[in-house]
């Protein structure tokens, strides 16, 4: 697998939970580029073994 960090993601669209209570059907990392920290996670699904619980605790 190669070495991701470093390089910008690439451009997408998608549904996205903001702030943990709003819901968009549009959400990009583009409307974010110019502030200062984004993070963005992503995990396969609610209590796999990759959980958002674990990834925030």
Do not use: R, W
Not at 20 to 42: A, R, S
């Amino acid at each position: 697998m190669a070495v991701l960090v470093g390089q910008s993601a690439p451009k997408f669209t998608a549904a996205a939970v903001l702030n943990g209570t709003e819901i968009v059907g549009n959400f990009t990392l583009e409307q974010y580029i110019d502030n200062k920290y984004v993070m963005f996670f992503f995990y396969p699904k609610d209590f796999t073994f990759v959980c958002h619980t674990e990834g925030f605790s």
